[in-house]
């Protein structure tokens, strides 16, 4: 069985992609296995970065590129149809709203030739009985021994499985998201805006002067017959439950770009098993969303993810024990230990984040004013500062 002595990462979506270029920064070589064939860079259209995000970017070099594809946002402004309630908040820091497109194909250039292998899908991971380490199986019925794994394959993670780790659960929710495109520009102003009725609510962020990014949160149907992966269907499905929409937000639909529209369910790791959840084994770890998956209600799941990489690659590189000679080679000695702390200095980080997340979309679907008024409670006392989360800085490398 071949022996792998980089770090292997499970997954090139953006945490994965993340942690290979945070390591590669650090001098520690890692291979990234990919189930799919190519390059997952055009699902889910787009993601806003906010300012704790940025400073990952700006930690992984990938920064200054990445600005030149979007334009600032400066404000919040949001809008509630049923009583005509309008607030305006500008926003604190750096905010854009990124295709994820440019980020992930950003990521992906950064790195060294080869070092992500597509079409690898790992299918189980057990420790071997004689030397304790990973072994790494592949659907096509290869194997490697690893020393070192990272899991960054996403909701359904398989590595998160291995470490014991409480399954994903459903938020009563799901996502639509799209591109549209104003071939002769938009006119709207450089804000975030949020559009709420009831329980559906419908956000809008220019990426450029041309360019929008559009989402709208909408209640889960159960035993829906709709084929949601039929992009005209979504279309017509978003229309429909739309309709008491201003006309600008139904013609942005009807513009939208087919390829770019997508339906998603909306997962999360209860904050809870976050807080009581053991996130290494050995020289084994998660990153990204397979460690902490959560809604969009805040629009952090992508950024934190980006700060893990930054975080877990510090420690590595602070911890192991490396070969100088060529180019570091990551040792077990001390990989244990920079992952134990690598767990420690995220924990509450993101047992925070995604209790705010968790609340803020309990607060969207309540159906009671009781459940309401406990979610606005909880959300006051434990988070005084609302956008608080965006001043975290994972600092340097
Ligand atoms: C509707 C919606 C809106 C969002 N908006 C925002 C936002 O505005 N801002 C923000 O910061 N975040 C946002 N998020 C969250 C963000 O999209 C995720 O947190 C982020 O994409 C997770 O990246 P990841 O790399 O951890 O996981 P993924 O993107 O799921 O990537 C996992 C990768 O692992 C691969 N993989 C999976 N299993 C295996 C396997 N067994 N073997 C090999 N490879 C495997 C997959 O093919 C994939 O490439 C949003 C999420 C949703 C659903």
Redesign the pocket.
């Known amino acids: 069985m071949e022996v792998n002595d980089e770090v292997v990462i ?8 993340a942690t290979a270029l945070a390591l590669h920064k650090k001098g520690i070589k890692s291979v990234v ?4 064939e190519s390059l ?1 860079n055009t699902t ?1 259209s ?4 906010r300012q704790n ?1 940025w400073r990952a970017l700006h930690q992984l070099g990938v920064a200054e590129i990445l600005r030149q594809t979007a334009i600032p946002i400066h404000r919040e402004r949001i809008v509630s149809l049923a009583d005509g309630k309008v607030e305006e908040i500008p926003m604190g820091g750096e905010t854009r ?1 990124l295709r ?1 497109k440019d980020l992930i194909d950003t990521l992906y250039d950064a790195l060294p030739p080869a070092t992500v292998k597509f079409g ?4 189980s991971i057990k420790l071997d009985p004689n030397t304790t380490k990973p072994v790494l199986r ?1 659907i096509d019925g290869s194997s490697i021994f690893a020393k070192v794994v990272i899991g ?7 590595v998160a499985d291995f470490l014991n780790l409480k399954p994903t659960k459903m938020f009563p929710f799901c ?1 639509v ?1 799209g591109l549209s495109n104003y071939p002769n520009g938009h006119s709207f102003a450089h804000e975030f805006l949020r559009i709420r009725k009831h329980n559906k609510l419908v956000g809008r962020l220019p990426i450029d002067d041309h360019l929008v990014y559009w ?1 709208c ?1 909408q209640p889960y149907v159960p035993r829906d017959e709709r084929n949601w992966e039929d992009p005209e269907e979504i279309r017509r499905s978003t229309l429909d439950l739309l309709s008491d929409y201003p006309k600008e937000i139904q013609e942005m639909i009807e513009i939208t770009d087919a390829k770019t529209l997508s339906f ?1 369910h ?2 999360y790791r209860a904050p809870w098993d976050l807080l009581m959840g053991t996130f290494c084994k050995g020289t084994v770890t998660v ?4 460690m902490h ?4 209600f805040l ?7 980006l700060e893990d990489a930054v975080v877990l690659a510090r420690n590595l590189a602070q911890m192991g024990s490396f070969h100088v000679e060529t180019e570091k080679k990551v040792t077990v000695q001390g990989v244990e230990e920079a992952f134990n702390q690598y767990v420690k200095q995220r924990k509450m980080r993101v047992v925070r984040l995604s209790l705010q997340t968790y609340l803020t979309g309990m607060l969207l679907g309540a159906s009671s004013r009781l459940k309401k008024f406990i979610c606005i409670v909880l959300l006051v006392l434990l988070f005084r500062n609302p956008s608080g989360h965006i001043d975290y800085d994972c600092g340097s490398l």
């Open positions: 499970i997954g090139a979506g953006i945490s994965g992609l296995m990919e189930r799919s997952r889910g787009a993601i806003g970065i995000g709203c994820r690898c899908q790992l299918e592949f960054c394959d996403g909701v359904k993670s398989i996502g998201r989402f949160a998603s909306l997962w990153a990204g969303d397979a998956v959560m809604g969009p629009g952090q799941g992508g950024s934190a993810g």
